[in-house]
């Protein structure tokens, strides 16, 4: 019996699939040794993401085939930009960045090269839009699953950030996203062969992306 399309897109992403899942950016997070200077770096590249990923979501929404997927969506849209960006708004707080430096930041190359492959599947329709979407949710699920084990890390800017990604709703939006992968295993060969490098691509980007972060300098 073959895989469900979802786990056939999984294993054709590695390594970098296993590489931004188990990389150490994600276990230095969960272990509590991430430094303050590392963790602002992120959350100033993620918050200016999230406003991409709100406009993705938004656009995934329109072009969503029925209403229920469109309530679905919806409802990640809107605790993108509500319960998320308060976690970003007390965590800059605490660590104390300014409004000036988080309202505004420039991208690095990474993040860069993240939203054009967003862009880019934006044009290409619903099954690339949800790709995009489904790796960057699912990636962010599997290691924070997995830190979810440790001893919770005392900086909060740490702690609820696995919270997050480990609640009961996320978990069933990451499960419904899967389950739209592997409705797109009925498409055509070609079809599938371009989901599948999409999927690929976005998991390196997102190993790429905590590499950056713990290589770049200040």
């Given at each position: 019996?073959?895989?469900?399309?979802?786990?056939?897109?999984r294993?054709?992403?590695?390594?970098?699939?296993?590489?931004?899942v188990?990389?150490?950016?994600?276990?230095?997070l969960?272990?509590?040794?991430?430094?303050?200077?590392v963790?602002?770096?992120?959350?100033?590249?993620?918050?200016a993401?999230i406003?991409?990923?709100?406009?993705?979501?938004?656009l995934s929404?329109?072009?969503?085939?029925?209403?229920?997927?469109?309530?679905?969506l919806?409802?990640?849209l809107?605790?993108?930009?509500?319960?998320e960006?308060?976690?970003?708004?007390?965590?800059?707080?605490?660590?104390?960045?300014?409004?000036a430096?988080?309202r505004?930041?420039a991208?690095?190359?990474v993040?860069?090269?993240?939203?054009r492959?967003?862009?880019?599947?934006q044009?290409?329709?619903?099954?690339?839009?949800?790709?995009v979407?489904a790796?960057?949710?699912?990636?962010?699920?599997s290691?924070?699953?997995?830190?979810a084990?440790k001893?919770?890390?005392?900086?909060?800017?740490?702690?609820?950030?696995?919270?997050i990604?480990?609640?009961p709703?996320?978990?069933?939006?990451?499960?419904?996203?899967r389950?739209?992968l592997?409705?797109?295993?009925?498409?055509?060969?070609?079809?599938?062969?371009?989901?599948?490098?999409?999927?690929?691509?976005?998991?390196?980007l997102e190993?790429?992306?905590?590499?950056v972060l713990?290589t770049?300098?200040?």
């Amino acid at each position: 019996m073959s895989l469900p399309f979802s786990e056939q897109l999984r294993c054709n992403a590695e390594p970098g699939w296993s590489g931004a899942v188990a990389h150490p950016f994600t276990v230095q997070l969960g272990d509590d040794t991430l430094e303050d200077a590392v963790c602002i770096r992120y959350l100033l590249q993620d918050y200016a993401f999230i406003g991409t990923l709100a406009d993705h979501a938004a656009l995934s929404i329109a072009a969503a085939p029925d209403m229920a997927s469109k309530g679905v969506l919806a409802g990640f849209l809107a605790a993108l930009t509500s319960a998320e960006n308060d976690y970003f708004e007390r965590s800059f707080a605490a660590l104390e960045v300014s409004p000036a430096d988080y309202r505004a930041p420039a991208l690095n190359p990474v993040a860069q090269m993240l939203a054009r492959e967003m862009k880019d599947a934006q044009f290409c329709g619903y099954a690339d839009m949800i790709v995009v979407l489904a790796c960057a949710e699912w990636v962010y699920l599997s290691w924070a699953q997995r830190e979810a084990h440790k001893t919770p890390p005392t900086r909060f800017w740490l702690r609820e950030w696995i919270d997050i990604h480990v609640l009961p709703e996320f978990e069933a939006f990451v499960a419904w996203l899967r389950a739209q992968l592997d409705s797109f295993g009925e498409l055509d060969a070609a079809d599938r062969a371009r989901l599948e490098q999409r999927f690929s691509r976005m998991a390196w980007l997102e190993q790429a992306f905590f590499d950056v972060l713990l290589t770049e300098q200040e």
